[in-house]
Structure formats: C-alpha cells, structure tokens
C-alpha cells in the first residue's frame, strides 16, 4: 500500500500524518506531498516519502502521485482556483490507474448548504463523479480553530461579531477530522462512501462567548448584524473584500443550519467522542 497525503505541510495535513503513524501504517508507506517540504522534516526522519508538489504544476502531482494506491486530496486554500487545481489531482490518480480510493475533504452538507463557500466543494465532488476513480468524500464541518485562533483578537476587543444569529455550528478539532481521514485511508470497502462529519454537539456563536467568558473570566458577548455590516467589518481589520465577503455568507449559512451535522459519523470513525467547544477554548485560554 502507498498513502499519498497532498497538501501535507498544512495544519490538516500534518495530523493527518501523525494519525496514519498512530495506526501503525509503516512510515515508507506514506507520502507527504506539500509545497513547503521542509516543514516536513520531522516526518522525514522518521521515514515518511517527502515530495514537492504544486497542485497548479501537473508534472508535480504527477510524479507525486506516482505508484499511489490512496490519495487524500486535501482542498486546496486558494479559494477561486481550487477546482482547477483538483482536477489536476484528480485526473493524475486517473492516469496512474492504480489507486483504489481517492478521499476529498470537502464541506458538510455539500449537496444542500447555500453557502458560497461550497461552490468549489460540489464543482470537485462532480469531478470525482465523472472520473471513474474510486473515491470517499470527508464532508468536513469547521473547524474548532477557526474560533480559537482568533481568541486574543477576541479578548482585546471583548466581543464576538458575525451574521449567524442562533445559528449552530457541528464544529471539531483539527485533530479529530485527521483522524478520521486515517481511518477511511487505512480501512477497505471505502468507495462511494459519504461522511458528514461534525462535532457531537453543536454551539450557537452565544455559546462560544459564553464559553470564552466561563475559560478566561473577561466577559465576551456575541454582537450579530447584517452580512453587510459584518462583510465591511472583517475588511476594515484587512481581510480582502471577496473574502469578507464568502465569510459573511458563511455567518448567513450557519444561521440557516447549513453547518449542523447530526449523523455521528465524525465520532463513529475516531471512536471515541469529538473534542468539545469547552476543551477547546480551555485549550487556547491556557495558551494565550
């Protein structure tokens, strides 16, 4: 077997790695395939594959992707040139002709979510269709990060914005949706399947603040306004305006349930519970 991990010098990625290591898949089976391949080399010492690869450069996914029996195709973060850049992936596993299982990390809910954000996700879930390579979709929820990382940003300004109103996000950890993706690259009988995966309880963003006060004692309130307002926000602190943008209509998703996952399939492949909102913001509060 040849595990092949794209976009492996990622956050994602690297858990990714470590999990496979954890299932004890032997380190000259797998291949880390990244841009930055020098933050790999702790992984190379250990005896994991390291490859460059460039998913715009065709040559590299390529030779990447040469002798793979599975892929994870982790999504690309350049958001407007992903599915191009998926196709690339894609039609490279066609080509190479042995590879038993392509998993995507794709979005949940993809095939009902009205968020823009998705349009990339569903236009590569149809490449797949059409390709004829044997393939598994990991319908990724957010990540736990996502809100998080932004925690000092949050206890300076005392306050949490967005658009999702009492919207609920299934949200996990970085670490869990890795974990599952090592599950569905090491076991057999994966193609055509389809997880929705999210965390076992979802949270509403007054959750979140009521959270952030309980871990760190500073009193966050959550302040909900049009998508527009928070659009002009986000860019005011230097997010690009097309981004802003496709985040802002995140917040309008989350607050029509388009993040809410409820099959369990999250903690079904780690077996074990999905880390919660409170750990998570324990976590970062101790760190900060």
């Known amino acids: 077997m040849?595990?092949?991990v794209t976009g492996a010098t990622g956050q994602l990625g690297r858990h990714v790695l470590e999990a496979l290591l954890e299932r004890n898949v032997p380190a000259g089976d797998i291949v880390a395939a990244g841009r930055s391949v020098d933050k790999l080399a702790d992984?190379?010492?250990?005896?994991?594959r390291v490859v460059s690869?460039?998913?715009?450069?065709?040559?590299?996914?390529?030779?990447?992707?040469?002798?793979?029996?599975?892929?994870?195709?982790?999504?690309?973060s350049e958001v407007g040139q992903?599915?191009?850049?998926?196709?690339?992936?894609?039609?490279?596993?066609?080509?190479?002709?042995?590879?038993?299982?392509?998993?995507?990390?794709?979005i949940a809910n993809a095939d009902t979510t009205g968020m823009k954000l998705a349009d990339e996700h569903k236009a590569t879930e149809e490449l797949l269709r059409e390709s004829g390579v044997p393939f598994a979709l990991l319908r990724n929820g957010w990540y736990l990060e996502n809100y998080t990382e932004q925690l000092p940003g949050t206890l300076a300004q005392g306050a949490i914005a967005g658009s999702a109103g009492d919207g609920k996000v299934s949200g996990a950890s970085r670490q869990d949706y890795a974990q599952a993706a090592a599950a569905v690259l090491v076991a057999d009988g994966q193609a055509g399947k389809v997880y929705e995966l999210g965390g076992d309880h979802a949270f509403s963003m007054a959750d979140l603040a009521a959270e952030i006060t309980a871990a760190t004692g500073t009193d966050i309130s959550y302040n909900n306004m049009p998508s527009g307002n928070y659009a002009g926000l986000l860019a005011q602190v230097g997010v690009p305006q097309a981004f802003a943008e496709i985040l802002a209509d995140s917040d309008l998703g989350i607050a029509r349930g388009d993040l809410l996952v409820t099959t369990g399939d999250l903690q079904k492949l780690i077996g074990r519970p999905t880390t919660s909102l409170a750990e998570a913001v324990r976590s970062a509060a101790a760190s900060a």
């Open 43 to 48: 992984f190379a010492a250990k005896g994991v």
């Open 2 to 4: 040849s595990i092949v």
């Open 82 to 106: 992903r599915v191009e850049q998926h196709r690339t992936v894609i039609e490279a596993a066609k080509a190479e002709g042995g590879v038993e299982l392509l998993a995507y990390t794709s």
């Open 53 to 76: 690869v460039d998913y715009s450069d065709a040559d590299s996914v390529a030779a990447a992707l040469k002798g793979a029996t599975r892929i994870l195709l982790i999504s690309g």
